[in-house]
C-alpha cells in the first residue's frame, strides 16, 4: 500500500493556493493610486503606506526591478521604493514603510500570541544606498501597545534577505475583529529626538512611555543623506520560526484582497434617478466589486460629471452619499454655481454619473486604517 505525503502548513513553497502570507500585497505588485508620489502615507502601493516627518521630504514609489537586482531571479518584478530628495539633519526626523493588519487576520493565524514558545517570522529583501544598522518594529495596538524591535545591517547598494523572528508574549492582546490589531516596520531612519532611551531595547516586548522610546539609536543618518534610497520587496510574514520561501500569488487574486481595503473607479457609469429637480442629488445603484472591511469614504478626484443623452448638463457632483461595505446610492452637487444648480422642473428623471478616463479622473473607496 502507497502513502501519501501530506504537506505541513509553512513547510512548502505554495504559488497562488492558500494563504500562508499575513501581509497582503507583499511583493508591492498591486499599485491603484499611483505610481510615484512626493506624498506620504497611502499614495502609490495597497495596503502598505510610507510615511515621514520632523524635517526633509522623501520620495515613494513602487519600483521596477530589473535583472541585475537580486530578487529579479526570484521572481520579483516590482519593490517598495523610497528616496531621500531633500535632506535633514533634524533630529526629529523619521521614516518607515508600514502595513496594518486585521486583528482577526492575527488571531485566527494559528499563532498563539500569548505564548512565548509561539513564534511569527517576518522576512524580506531590502537594499540601502547607504551602509549601517537599519531596524524592523513589530506593534500590538489592542489593549496595551506593545513593541518588539529587530536590527539588521546592510552593505550600500546590496541586496539582502532579512528573517526576523519574533515570540508571543503572556501580555499581548489582538482582538477578533475587523479593526487594527498588529503592525509590521521597516524603518529606514529614525531621529534622536525618538530613540536612544534604555526602554527601548531589542529582541524584547516593551511598552513604550517615553518619546524617545520607539527604537534604539540609528548608527548612521539616511534622513540627512540626499538622494539616499532605501526599497523592500518580497515581504513575508507567517506563522512558525522559520522562513519559508516567498509564497507568490496571481495579480488577480492580490487585487481581490486588496480591493478589500481600497477600490478605485475610473471609465465607468451609475444609471441614477433625480427624485426631485431641487434635491441636487442622483440615487444610484452604486455596487462595489467587493465587500469592504468597512464603511469606507469616498474621494473624487478630477472630473466626475452627470450626463443624460442628448440633454445639456453641467452638473459635477463633489460627493458620494449613501455609503456601506456594499457600495454606495447616492451621489449630490452644490445648489449653484457653474457645476451646480437644478437639472430641470421635472423629478424622477433618469441621469448618469460618468468617471472617465484614470487615473486623472476616479472616484477612490478606503476602508483603510
Not at 506620504?40 to 515621514?52: G, K, P, S
Not at 516590482?78 to 539633519?89: F, G, I, L, M, W
Not at 523619521?94 to 512565548?116: K, L, M, R
Amino acid at each position: 500500500m502507497s502513502l501519501i505525503k501530506v504537506k505541513s502548513r509553512g513547510t512548502d513553497n505554495v504559488t497562488g493556493g492558500g494563504r500562508r502570507n499575513l501581509l497582503i500585497n507583499g511583493a508591492f505588485n498591486i499599485a491603484q493610486r499611483g505610481t510615484s508620489s512626493t506624498t506620504a502615507n497611502f499614495t502609490t502601493v495597497d495596503r502598505w503606506r510610507l510615511n515621514w516627518g520632523g524635517g526633509g521630504t522623501l520620495t515613494q514609489a513602487q519600483h521596477t526591478l530589473s535583472s541585475s537586482d537580486t530578487p529579479y531571479t526570484l521572481g520579483l518584478r516590482k519593490s517598495y521604493h523610497a528616496t531621500v530628495t531633500s535632506a535633514s539633519n533634524a533630529g526629529g526626523t523619521w521614516s518607515q514603510f508600514e502595513q496594518h493588519i486585521e486583528a482577526q487576520n492575527i488571531a485566527q493565524s494559528g499563532w498563539d500570541y500569548t505564548s512565548s514558545s509561539s513564534k511569527l517570522t517576518f522576512s524580506f529583501w531590502v537594499k540601502s544606498s547607504l551602509a549601517g544598522t537599519f531596524y524592523t518594529q513589530y506593534r500590538t495596538v489592542d489593549g496595551t501597545v506593545y513593541y518588539y524591535n529587530k536590527s539588521f545591517t546592510l552593505v550600500a547598494n546590496t541586496w539582502k534577505k532579512i528573517t526576523h523572528t519574533i515570540p508571543g508574549n503572556s501580555n499581548l492582546t489582538i482582538n477578533d475583529d475587523n479593526g487594527h490589531g498588529f503592525t509590521v516596520i521597516v524603518a529606514p531612519d529614525y531621529g534622536t529626538t525618538y530613540t536612544g532611551h534604555a526602554q527601548a531595547v531589542a529582541d524584547a516586548w516593551y511598552v513604550r512611555t517615553q518619546n524617545s522610546g520607539y527604537f534604539p539609536n540609528f548608527a548612521q543618518d539616511w534622513s540627512n543623506t540626499a538622494n539616499a534610497t532605501f526599497e523592500i520587496t518580497a515581504t513575508q510574514l507567517e506563522v512558525g520560526d522559520s522562513a519559508t520561501d516567498f509564497e507568490h500569488r496571481s495579480f488577480d487574486m492580490e487585487m481581490e484582497d486588496c480591493e478589500r481595503y481600497f477600490q478605485t473607479y475610473s471609465d465607468q457609469l451609475w444609471q441614477g434617478t433625480n427624485e426631485h429637480a431641487t434635491n441636487y442629488s442622483l440615487y444610484l445603484d452604486g455596487k462595489f466589486r467587493k465587500k469592504m472591511r468597512a464603511t469606507p469614504t469616498a474621494t473624487i478626484v478630477g472630473t466626475v460629471n452627470i450626463g443624460r443623452p442628448q440633454v445639456g448638463v453641467t452638473q459635477r457632483p463633489n460627493a458620494i452619499g449613501g455609503l456601506s461595505k456594499e457600495g454606495f446610492y447616492n451621489c449630490s452637487w452644490p445648489s449653484s454655481g457653474t457645476y451646480g444648480g437644478s437639472l430641470g422642473t421635472h423629478g424622477d428623471a433618469y441621469y448618469r454619473m460618468v468617471v472617465g478616463a484614470g487615473p486623472t479622473n476616479r472616484i477612490d473607496f478606503s476602508a483603510e486604517f
